[in-house]
């Protein structure tokens, strides 16, 4: 809606122009990863891989530091 609304007024105004979306991450923050970031990632890597390799039926936590698998009844 707002890039729409945005590129209706330029264009009113004569201004011609295309507008793309990004998605931004550490590009926003101008900043290398802390170590809160990394093994955020690590963790969801973990979870990622534990589905690829056919685990289903399961709740996958982040546990006082650690990646676990409960087994939902």
């Keep these: 809606m707002l890039k729409n609304s945005v590129r209706n007024n330029l264009c009113e105004l004569g201004i011609s122009v295309t507008i793309v979306d990004k998605n931004v991450g550490y590009e926003l923050r101008a900043a290398d990863p802390i170590p809160f970031d990394v093994e955020y990632t690590r963790t969801w890597i973990r979870a990622v891989r534990y589905l690829l390799k056919g685990g289903s039926g399961s709740m996958i936590v982040f546990d006082e530091g650690y ?7």
């Design 67 to 73: 990646l676990r698998t409960d087994t939902l009844c």
